[in-house]
């Protein structure tokens, strides 16, 4: 680099300048733009070795100048020509490295639309979930706050897992059990008491809007807030051991000879379902859904092990038929709408009009597959807030109305897949569409259930009256037992009801729509699996169960 000053400084000044002027137009590498200076250093050296004196060199560069032309121009050519004399590798390099730049750019723009604007908040989903589940009811219908009180009063003591680890029956205990479950019924009466008495407040609601959000932020993901579900999960287990202590209690006092004790008793828990059953948080619906099995198993068991008096039958199928009868369906999904809801609020602009672009936090939720998001991500068209609404809406309305219909035929008790727009298919959606499909087996047993039960009831208090049961279930209706005949989904017609030498036989056809002549279904270590996919649903004998 020195010998290359030195020989620029020894050419004439206009030639130095020109020189200058050239490399600084160029705007290249440094290394090529000292190489191109070397070069026209050469090339005016060169030339000027005939002159004889500094005049006739000065003379002489002037003219070279003019031959190579302005100086801007002569350096656009010169950059040119570096850049073509580059290496195969080279050029790929660079025009790879350019692409990857552009490229990265583009995705950063892409990422930069995720994340420009804010989200409004508007609704309070906590308070519009408690609207949908208290409709406009006065605080004093409520039974919920004694609920609570009962139950946490009922799961205070120390060995409360007795419950959940003795037989149900009470010959079926050893005398460790035994004094067990008596001494935990005896200190827990009046809690037990104040819970029944509780039960017969008209309703039930939760206050969901107690000032924690629905839905929260984490690590720029939207998910359901801990804090949110936290209470009701206390609540959750705090009902699972009542609803226990229920179960026992009712066994008990059948055992002991209170039978009309141990009726109240059945009513109560089926009430305390009845409550739950249809409102609030899905876990909740769920739990109630549970304690309603509960009910029934622990009341049926309780009819086959005890005799009960025509009056005492006929006061349970009376309350029973009430609460069936009644709208109400045992599940709602309006608590995962609000979740959904407050999703979209949190994870999508509002244009004022229900319009609104998606923003970065709510792609988890409502992207498609890897493609679709891909595609999606590179073309700026995710669905906006009207869309993602609608499918939301669609979603729920589909779900809600598979798990209220029956299959008539086994084809139709295909899995739960909703059909999605075509421009829209949230990946969130396709996850949790096969648990929709286990919500709507539940619903069904639950159904099948309560017709179940309620024949059973019909059946015994017809044998009550005649001392004998009835040959054809047509009897209970035409003898005003009950009010229709009991529907059997699976075989398209009324319930399968068989005389037998012990007493009656009562069962559905079950998930394979087919007539196994009333046998269950056992696995390889001769277990019954109650509603198995193969076999009866059968609801009486009990030692059929």
Known sequence: MADKDKKIESLPQCAADYIGLVIKKMGYRKKARMEVAEELADHFEQA????????????????????????????????????????LWQKVLVRSSAAIGIFALYLFICYARLNIGSPTIKVNYAQWLTDQVKQGRDESLNARAEIEKATEAISQYDDVNVLFTSPKWTVDMNEAQKSAIEKFLKSKNESLET????????????????????????????ILNPEFTKRR????????????????????????GDVNGAVDDSISLFRFAYLLEG??????????????????????????????????????????????????????????????????????????????????PATPYFAGDW????????????????????????????????????????????????????????????????????????????????????????????????????????????????SELPFDPFRSSTMTYKRTKEGFLLYSWGDNFKDDGGQVFKNEKGYIIPYGEEGEWVFWPVDKK
């Open 371 to 482: 493609k679709d998001t891909l595609w999606d991500f590179l073309t700026f068209s995710y669905p906006d807030r009207r869309q993602a609404v609608a499918e939301i809406d669609k979603f729920f309305a589909e779900a809600q109305s598979k798990i209220e219909t029956f299959p008539s035929r086994k084809e139709e008790s295909l899995p739960f897949m909703p059909e999605y727009s075509p421009v829209f298919a949230p990946l969130s959606l396709k996850i949790i569409s096969p648990s929709f499909d286990h919500i709507g087996i539940i619903v069904r047993r639950v159904k099948i259930q309560r017709e179940a039960i309620l024949t059973i009831l019909a059946v015994l208090r017809f044998h009550s009256r005649t001392g004998s049961y009835p040959d054809r279930l047509d009897e209970l209706v035409q003898e005003g037992f009950l």
């Open 195 to 222: 819970f029944c008495k509780a039960l017969n407040k008209p309703d039930y609601w939760v206050d969901y809007n107690t000032g924690v959000e629905i839905i929260t932020e984490v690590n720029s993901v939207l």
């Open 279 to 360: 409102r609030g948080l899905l876990i909740e619906q769920i739990l109630a859904t549970a304690i309603e099995g509960l009910a029934r198993s622990t009341t049926i068991n309780m009819m086959a092990k005890t005799k009960l008096s025509g009056q005492q039958l006929k006061r349970l199928q009376d309350e029973l038929q009430t609460m069936f009868g009644s709208e109400k369906q045992p599940i709602d999904f309006n608590s995962e709408k609000a979740i959904s809801y407050a999703i979209i609020q949190q994870g999508f602009t509002d244009d004022g009009r229900g319009g609104g672009k998606m923003l970065y």
């Open 233 to 256: 999960w206390k609540y959750h287990n705090l009902y699972k051991t009542a609803a226990r202590a229920m179960s026992y209690r009712i066994c008990y006092r059948a055992y002991s």
């Open 48 to 87: 000027l070795k005939e002159c004889l004196d500094d005049s006739a060199k000065e003379k002489r560069a002037l003219e070279l100048i003019k031959e190579f032309g302005e100086a801007k121009l002569l350096a656009v050519l010169m950059r040119r020509a570096k850049k073509r004399s580059r290496p």
